[in-house]
């Protein structure tokens, strides 16, 4: 079969190799993959950003869907022919998030799911809903899971209630989706006014270009009396942190799950203290929120947006293509 590896860090030293057909282990499944997705982590991955001590040769990525092709000693509860998809955090499966779970996410330092056969953990896999596709399926288990943590796990959203998220990446976009579908009203940002269209088209009720419009806060109060947003999604990180928290209202939540301008700088934390909000890190979330998402979907489906779908031998064209960051949803990658 063949795999992706790379012996050094940097998307140029990302190779196609050959590589033995993996035989699952007890407790674990091999997946046969029909599709991937791609996420801003699996850049920072290959580039040495997200763990400079990682073991090499490795394998990236973490999302995957496919079809269970083996089963190893003590799987029950999942079959071969199951059509599956992988869950990031393996194990996190429910309750509150454990430090030592991190130690189980997929892509790094759990197994990578760029290649045409992969074994994990069985309770690291979710199945796939009836009448959903490998690549829709592909693009759930980071993005969505993780709009879904920030607006519902931590942002307790209510319908009559408004979003703000940031961008129009796959977590913006599936934040949008979802946000809409809870029946909330939702705001977007963009530098670009056709992106903007596209999520009027998607169902946002306001939208801002932070090109035009660089004090975008402002914007986002105007637009909600003066109140601010009462989940802002935010993904830009330090330079964007000061604003979104001026654009969420009183006793309202940042949901924190991206860092797109950088980890450190200077943030003004009054909005924090004299606002009262609370600022949610987001880590994807559990297996089990996983499956509230699902059950959601299927009363309020939702067709995940693809930007773009490259074949298997085009993975590092593809994380080029993630990398310039013009896209609109998810990247995908067709494995057979």
């Known amino acids: 079969m063949k795999r992706y590896a790379f012996a050094s860090f940097g998307l140029e030293h990302l190779r196609l190799v050959d590589a033995p057909v993996p035989e699952p282990g007890p407790g674990d499944v091999r997946i046969d993959t029909r599709a991937l997705s791609l996420n801003y982590r699996d850049l920072l991955v290959i580039g040495g950003g997200y763990n400079p001590r990682l073991r090499l040769p490795a394998t990236p990525l973490s999302d995957a869907a496919g079809v269970v092709s083996a089963i190893g000693d003590g799987v029950t509860d999942v079959a071969v022919g199951d059509r599956v998809m992988t869950h990031f955090i393996a194990d996190w499966q429910s309750g509150p998030y454990d ?4 130690a189980t996410t997929l892509g790094t330092p759990g197994p990578g799911v760029a290649a045409e056969a992969v074994c994990v953990p069985a309770h690291a896999t979710v199945p796939i809903p009836d009448g959903l596709d490998f690549a829709a ?12 943590s920030a607006l519902v796990t931590e942002g307790a959203l209510s319908a009559g209630e408004t979003v703000l998220t940031l961008g129009t990446g796959g977590v913006s976009i599936f934040a949008l989706q979802l946000g809409a579908s809870l029946g909330a009203r939702v705001i977007v940002t963009s530098s670009s006014d056709e992106k903007l269209a596209r999520c009027r088209a998607l169902g946002a009720a306001e939208t801002v270009n932070y090109r035009t419009t660089p004090r ?20 830009g990180g330090v330079g964007t942190l000061t604003q979104s928290l001026r654009a969420v209202r009183a006793g309202g939540v940042v949901a924190m799950l991206g860092a797109l301008t950088g980890l450190e700088g200077t943030v003004d934390i009054a909005p924090i203290l004299m606002k009262r909000v609370r600022v949610a890190g987001i880590l994807v979330d559990s297996r089990a929120h996983f499956l509230d998402l699902l059950a959601h979907l299927a009363r309020h489906p939702i067709e995940p947006v693809i930007s773009d779908r490259f074949a298997f031998d085009d993975v590092p064209a593809a994380l080029e293509r993630q990398r310039a960051g013009n896209h609109f949803g998810k990247i995908v990658i067709d494995v057979a």
Do not use: C, Q, S
């Open 137 to 148: 399926a592909a693009t759930l288990p980071i993005a969505a899971l993780t709009a879904w």
């Open 216 to 235: 975008w806060e402002t914007a986002v109060l105007d637009v909600t009396g003066g109140e601010g947003a009462h989940v802002v999604v935010e993904n």
């Open 99 to 102: 430090g030592r779970y991190l």
